[in-house]
C-alpha cells in the first residue's frame, strides 16, 4: 500500500524560510516522478515542482523558481520541499504527489497524493 506523508508545514514572516518532507512507503522513488503542488482556498491544486531520479531532472514553476529547491534521498525514500524568500501568495496546502507516467505538471497525472501540510506566510 503506497502511502505518502508530508510534513514540515507552519506559520512563517514574509522572507523566511521552510523546509517541507514527504515520506513515501510502497513505492520505490527511482520508479516515479514525485511531485509538490500547492492549493490556497478557493483556488485549484496547482504545480510547483517535480523531480524526476530515472533522469536526474528538476522543474519547477515560474512563480517558485531560484527560491524553491526540489530534492530527495533515495535511501529515505524521503522528498524535500526547501522554500526560501517566502511570501504571502505563497499561503496555501501543500501536497506531495507521485506519478509513473509524463505529466508532471498536471494533477491528474498523478497516481497518489498525501494528506496536505498548510503552509502560511504573515506579511
Known amino acids: 500500500q503506497v502511502q505518502l506523508v508530508e510534513s514540515g508545514g507552519g506559520l512563517v514572516q514574509a522572507g523566511g524560510s521552510l523546509r517541507l518532507s514527504c515520506a513515501a512507503s510502497?513505492?520505490?522513488?527511482?520508479?516515479?516522478?514525485m511531485g509538490w503542488f500547492r492549493q490556497a482556498p478557493g483556488k485549484e491544486r496547482e504545480f510547483v515542482a517535480a523531480?524526476?531520479?530515472?533522469?536526474?531532472?528538476?522543474y519547477y514553476a515560474d512563480s517558485v523558481k531560484g527560491r524553491f529547491t526540489i530534492s530527495g534521498d533515495n535511501a529515505k525514500n524521503t522528498m524535500y520541499l526547501q522554500m526560501n524568500s517566502l511570501k504571502p501568495e505563497d499561503t496555501a496546502v501543500y501536497y506531495c504527489?507521485?506519478?509513473?507516467?509524463?505529466?508532471?505538471?498536471?494533477?491528474?497525472?498523478?497516481?497518489?497524493w498525501g494528506q496536505g501540510t498548510q503552509v502560511a506566510v504573515s506579511s
Open positions: 523531480i524526476s531520479w530515472s533522469v536526474t531532472s528538476t
Open positions: 510502497g513505492l520505490t522513488f527511482s520508479s516515479f516522478v
Open positions: 504527489g507521485a506519478t509513473l507516467g509524463g505529466g508532471y505538471y498536471y494533477p491528474e497525472a498523478y497516481h497518489y
